[in-house]
């Protein structure tokens, strides 16, 4: 006949169960956790940039991740963004969102458009000063030469003066075209009366210095410098070498 199982083996198996019962919850609930992180890792994207891009394209961008995008109403001037673009956005970019998370962009009306100044008649680096203090651009700077003008004075812009806009395109005269002439060849002159024509014509003459030559005369010019036949201006100094 079987004896009765005591009081303190029967708590112990008990004991031993509810330790199993834990530790099987226990891993339950730890694979339960890292299963939900997973999948809602899995539901989690990285918000790409937008700034820069058109409203188009962040839109297409955007539906591929499965983050709707919502355009304030609202545009606000930037002198960087060009219009119609995204100028700022959030959530910030390179942050993690869940699928479905909304996506709000601004959009760029462009550059804060200005009164452009009267610039005809002004000299460029004038106009310059003035564009900048007013926080305008130069669109561009187009030259010609012409004797009716004044050098470096501007002579046309566009937009016209009192207009609204962000940049001004500028013409500027850059004076008439200086006369140049070819450089005689006057090797083998005399030094005092080649320097005394070339002066009679405009030009600057030095005799700079004198070498040695046996068998030519004292005075005699040995060197030039432009030498013969090349382009030369009045403002440029002609330097003779005589011999002695």
Known sequence: MKRPMRLGTRVWSLGKLFVLAGTLLATFLVFFGLSMR????????????????????????LDELGLPMRVDENRRSDDKILSGRIMQQDPAPGLQARRGRTVRVWVSSGPRAATIPQLVGQTERTAEIRLQQDSLQVASISEFRSPDYPA???????????????????????????????????????????????????FRVAITGSQPYPGVPAGIVVRQQPAGGFQVGPAETISLEVSR
């Open 152 to 202: 470096d004075i501007i002579v046309s812009q566009d937009p016209p003066p009192t207009s609204r806009a962000s940049q001004v395109a500028l013409l500027v005269n850059r004076g008439e075209t200086a006369a140049t002439f070819v450089m005689p060849d006057v090797i083998g002159m005399e030094g005092e009366r080649a320097a005394q024509a070339l002066r009679m014509r405009g």
């Open 38 to 61: 997973a999948a809602l890792q899995s539901r989690e994207v990285k918000v790409p940039a937008l700034v820069g891009r058109s409203v188009g394209d962040a839109t297409q961008l």
